[in-house]
Structure formats: structure tokens, C-alpha cells
């Protein structure tokens, strides 16, 4: 009798093993995977860190303060401004301008915008001359306007996106009327994105059309701006011009140093000189603040993405 429990129990016991068997080795397969992943992540963390990595460009921080301070001031300019005759007569050549800007005839033959703009320029040089200050107020009058037609269209877009603009809402007409080509252009250099949203500081809208009333009059776009408006410009020259000529970006970057002493001038080269295919131009650079002392993790990791084979 004992012999049979004794052999009951020793068939049980390799009945167990039989089962265990095969859960033992499913743990020891998950475990072996779970390994596996590890390692692969290390190998891959690893191999970017010595390949570096490219960084985004850097952007001078704004005080919300400031910026909304700004727009205050704008408005409050803007409501105690009252054009004269000879003045509404430019301005209303400006918006004649920004309609053909958008109008699909007009485009086709730029003669058209051509003749408006040298129309515009004749009068505009006409009127700096007869008081310069006069002048840049009609321009701040007229950005000011621009800037909260803008403000209602992003409204408009958030709620439907930039696709608002090619319809005829009453957002999307005085938008058009108050800034041209404007949207149009932002969108293609990203600093607007698909959704409506701004990619900078609420002023800067405001500012860049500041600076193209003064261009269109042979003036200095940052003419009679304030540092902070300066930055703006200067910023979105940095950010969003085109990476083909990559000159005036690097004159903005150096700018922006002076004007915001934490801005990282260096890196911000280094980047917009990437963006134009001149890693050779942007490795030296970033060598040279090396040399110069400066040890800054993003920097070789910077360097050692630019000197990847990958690349």
C-alpha cells in the first residue's frame, strides 16, 4: 500500500514538472526579450550620443508683460490718431496694394503691383518729407489695425484652421484689406502654423507690417522702434526667413546678441548655417567657442551630429 502512494505521488511530482516545463520557459523567453529591448534601447541611446544630435534653433525669450504692454500702447496710439486727407489718400493706396496682393488677375500680371508700390513709394517719400514723425504715426495707425484684424482672424482659424482664409468671411476680406498677402506669406514660412497659431510674440505681427511701411518709404525697417520691437523683427528674421541665403539670419542672430546678452548667438548660427547645407561653416564655428573655452554638452553634440558619417 505504501509502495502504491509512494509511486502515486512520484507520478504526480512529474506530472507537476511536465506542467511547470513549459511555463518556466515562457518566463525564461520573456525575460531573454525583455534583455533584449533593454539592450537594444542602451545600444541605441549610446549610439546617439556619439552620433550628437541636431538641436532646434533658439529662440529670445519675451516678457508677457512687455509684449502685452506693447499692444496696449499700439492701440492707445492708434485711437487718439486721426488721419488728415493727403494721409487717407496713402493709406488707402496701401490697402489698393493688398488687394491686389491677393487677387488672383493682379498676380498674374505684376506689372500691376509693380506700378502700386512705385505710386506708393512716390507719395510715401513725399510725406516722410514733410514731417518724418507724421508718417511713421499713419504706419503705427494702420499696423495697429492690421494687428487686431489678425488677432479676429486667428479666432476664425483656431475654430477651423488657416483653410478660413480662402473663404469670403468677413474675418478672411478685412484681413486681406488690412495686410495683403500677409497670412499667405506667414503660412509658407511657418510663422503661422495650420491650425492659426502664432509662432511668436502677439506684437510681432503688428512690428513686421511697421517694417514694410517703412521699407516701401526707403527707410530702416526698425526705424523709430523700440528695443522690444526690434527683437521681434530681428527674431523673425532669425526663425522664419528663407535657409537659402542665410546672411541675414546670421546678421539678426548677432543683433539679437547685443539687443538680449542670454541669447545664445552661437548655437543659433550653427543651426541657420545647417539649414543652409554649410556644415563646414557651422562645425568651425562651433570649434571655435570650444577653443575660446566654452563647454556646452548641446554644442558637441551639435559638433559630433555634423561630423556623423550618417549625415
Known amino acids: 500500500m505504501t509502495d502504491r502512494n509512494e509511486t502515486k505521488r512520484s507520478e504526480a511530482d512529474v506530472g507537476t514538472r511536465q506542467v511547470r516545463g513549459p511555463k518556466r520557459g515562457a518566463t525564461i523567453a520573456v525575460v531573454a526579450g525583455l534583455a533584449f529591448v533593454v539592450a537594444a534601447t542602451a545600444v541605441y541611446v549610446f549610439a546617439r ?17 512687455e509684449v502685452r504692454a506693447a499692444m496696449e500702447g499700439f492701440d492707445k496710439g492708434d485711437a487718439a490718431f486721426e488721419a488728415s486727407p493727403e494721409e487717407q489718400v496713402l493709406a488707402d493706396l496701401l490697402e489698393r496694394i493688398h488687394m491686389a496682393e491677393t487677387d488672383a488677375s493682379a498676380l498674374a500680371n505684376r ?33 495697429a489695425r492690421f494687428g487686431r484684424e489678425f488677432t479676429r482672424f486667428s479666432a476664425v482659424a483656431a475654430a477651423s484652421g488657416v483653410a ?32 492659426g497659431r502664432l509662432r511668436a510674440p502677439a506684437l510681432t505681427p503688428v512690428v513686421l507690417f511697421k517694417s514694410r511701411w517703412r521699407l516701401l518709404a526707403g527707410l530702416h525697417p526698425d526705424e ?83 561630423l556623423s558619417p550618417a549625415r
Do not use: M
Open 49 to 65: 550620443n556619439l552620433t550628437g544630435v541636431v538641436p532646434a534653433l533658439p529662440r529670445p525669450a519675451f516678457d508677457e508683460k
Open 111 to 143: 506689372g500691376t503691383i509693380a506700378a502700386l508700390v512705385e505710386e506708393f513709394g512716390d507719395k510715401a517719400r513725399q510725406s516722410v518729407a514733410r514731417g518724418k514723425e507724421r508718417f511713421l504715426a499713419l504706419g503705427d495707425h494702420l499696423a
Open 164 to 195: 478660413a482664409w480662402g473663404k469670403k468671411s468677413r474675418e478672411a476680406e478685412a484681413l486681406r484689406r488690412a495686410g495683403g498677402a500677409f497670412l499667405e506669406r506667414s503660412v509658407e514660412r511657418g510663422l503661422v502654423d495650420a491650425s
Open 224 to 306: 523709430g522702434f523700440t528695443p522690444l520691437e526690434r527683437k521681434a523683427r530681428l527674431d523673425f528674421v532669425a526663425a522664419f526667413s528663407s535657409p537659402d541665403g542665410p546672411e541675414r539670419r546670421l546678421a539678426a542672430a548677432i543683433e539679437l546678441k547685443r539687443l538680449d546678452p542670454a541669447y545664445d548667438d552661437v548655437l543659433a548660427r550653427a543651426v541657420i548655417l545647417h539649414e543652409a547645407a554649410q556644415d563646414r561653416a557651422a562645425l568651425d564655428l562651433l570649434e571655435k567657442a570650444g577653443e575660446a573655452g566654452r563647454d556646452d554638452p548641446v554644442l558637441r553634440s551639435f559638433a559630433r551630429a555634423l
